[in-house]
């Protein structure tokens, strides 16, 4: 059974940081494509960051200078560390796990993230 457990959300002033964290389980996790998103009350899941099994890192403008994607394959866990956070940055944050050769796609169940003085 495949599963993508995120933690590390909370709540956090703004200019704070966070660590999410994404432990991956029942795939093989180094040749899968990593990635998170986030969607907030109202809006539509936006892409924040990838990262590929080559290492290769892609941001969202919003997010650029100021969040990091990485990967840890023996540990089947990707991070995202972000930092000078901002009210805007408050949603649901999901880990994602795709590989495009065998056309498999799978969602964690998110974690929160409130940016809130």
């Known amino acids: 059974q495949v599963q993508l457990v995120e933690s590390g959300g909370g709540l956090v002033q703004p200019g704070g940081s966070l660590r999410l964290s994404c432990a991956g389980s029942?795939?093989?996790?180094?040749?899968?494509?990593m990635g998170w998103y986030r969607q907030a009350p109202g809006n539509e899941r936006e892409l924040v960051a990838v990262i590929s099994t080559t290492y290769t890192t892609d941001y969202a403008d919003s997010v650029k200078g100021r969040f990091t994607i990485s990967r840890d394959n023996a540990k089947s866990t990707v991070y995202l560390q972000m930092n000078s956070l901002k009210p805007e940055d408050t949603a649901v944050y999901y880990c994602?796990?795709?590989?495009?050769?065998?056309?498999?796609?799978?969602w964690g169940r998110g974690t929160q993230v409130i940016v809130s003085s």
């Open positions: 029942g795939i093989i996790f180094r040749i899968y494509d």
């Open positions: 994602n796990a795709k590989n495009y050769r065998l056309s498999n796609e799978y």
